[in-house]
Nanobody, 127 residues
């Protein structure tokens, strides 16, 4: 079943942490590129992290060591651990998957690069 379900969003203060989860239901995704994107109001959807089929990862420049991605294939879940959050991190966070093992560089990834999307989970960081 081709479906992605995000959870874990919420409201935190500046400097806080959140862990997002993206559950999937197709074992085929265990070895495919999966990614996290985000979109702030009035802004273009941007790549955050790409987790490749061999589970190596690519990070957007703005992450700067604050975010970490991991994947638990036994639970069919992709995680995004976000630390040292700032108000600039506020937005809707989306999980995505695409065919193939390799992920585009998240600094240049486009929405059209990915064929499967979740519904998103809201992250709000207050100052």
């Amino acid at each position: 079943q081709a479906q992605l379900v995000e959870s874990g969003g919420g409201s935190v203060q500046n400097g806080g942490s959140l862990r997002l989860s993206c559950e999937y239901f197709d074992d085929e995704l265990n070895e495919r590129c999966m990614a996290w994107f985000r979109q702030a109001p009035g802004r273009k959807r941007e790549g955050v992290i790409g987790n490749e089929g061999d589970h190596t990862s690519k990070y957007a420049n703005f992450v700067k060591g604050r975010f970490t991605v991991s994947r638990d294939t036994t639970k069919r879940t992709l995680y995004l651990q976000m630390n040292r959050l700032t108000p600039e991190d506020t937005g809707m966070y989306y999980c995505a998957a695409k065919r193939g093992v390799r992920c585009p560089d998240p600094n240049y990834a486009e929405k059209s690069d990915y064929g499967l999307w979740g519904q998103g989970t809201q992250v709000t960081v207050s100052s």
